[in-house]
T-cell receptor, first 115, second 110 residues
Framework: NAGVMQNPRHLVRRRGQEARLRCSPMKGHSHVYWYRQLPEEGLKFMVYLQKENIIDESGMPKERFSAEFPKEGPSILRIQQVVRGDSAAYFC?????????????FGSGTQLSVL | SQQGEEDPQALSIQEGENATMNCSYKTSINNLQWYRQNSGRGLVHLILIRSNEREKHSGRLRVTLDTSKKSSSLLITASRAADTASYFCATEGGSYIPTFGRGTSLIVHP
């Protein structure tokens, strides 16, 4: 049973380009969380999705950022018109259901570098 | 803002010693989890403690929770070089969204 798969592992973009980060949750998991991590800092929550629904996007910037988790296929975190400040490690985590206290399974992350 | 804050930020010990990390938080929680992150990797779940529990054990790990002080501690006994990693606490309230602290960076010297 493969774990949470994130790709690409490393992504380099120039300012103004678009970044698309993909996350395939573990088999049987229908809940996906995206977090952002800056150097020497913890993970900051961005968005929580279930299949075809955004449940909580309170941690996501209102502009340029969007996320989806379609019925088929991976969850996508999309950053339009990237700026240098978007450079960070983006982690996706999944869980089978949400009833409190469910542990999250993390992917290895995508390191985004904006030149 | 981050809910949990770990202390110390960095900890350096010798193999065989015990390592203690603390986590303080501000608002009431339903449960608290500890995760570990090796450099350049995702987080791995270590242990969960619910708000009505005071202590949990798992192998060489011991976690305590004091809801009156809004704090938790993670003890790693008889540490090994392979325990070198960053350790994060994650608190969860009513939203079912784990909120992470900044982490404690642990270095265990062989």
């Amino acid at each position: 049973n493969a774990g949470v798969m994130q790709n690409p592992r490393h992504l380099v973009r120039r300012r103004g380009q678009e970044a698309r980060l993909r996350c395939s949750p573990m088999k049987g998991h229908s809940h996906v969380y995206w977090y952002r991590q800056l150097p020497e800092e913890g993970l900051k929550f961005m968005v929580y999705l279930q299949k075809e629904n955004i449940i909580d996007e309170s941690g996501m910037p209102k502009e340029r950022f969007s996320a989806e988790f379609p019925k088929e296929g991976p969850s996508i975190l999309r950053i339009q018109q990237v700026v240098r400040g978007d450079s960070a490690a983006y982690f996706c985590a999944s869980s089978p259901l949400v009833r409190g206290g469910e542990k999250l399974f993390f992917g290895s992350g995508t390191q985004l570098s904006v030149l | 803002s981050q809910q949990g804050e770990e202390d110390p930020q960095a900890l350096s010990i010798q193999e065989g010693e015990n390592a203690t990390m603390n986590c303080s938080y501000k608002t009431s929680i339903n449960n608290l989890q500890w995760y570990r992150q090796n450099s350049g990797r995702g987080l791995v779940h270590l242990i969960l403690i619910r708000s009505n529990e005071r202590e949990k054990h798992s192998g060489r790990l011991r976690v305590t929770l004091d809801t009156s002080k809004k704090s938790s501690s993670l003890l790693i006994t008889a540490s090994r070089a392979a325990d070198t990693a960053s350790y994060f606490c994650a608190t969860e309230g009513g939203s079912y969204i784990p909120t992470f602290g900044r982490g404690t960076s642990l270095i265990v010297h062989p």
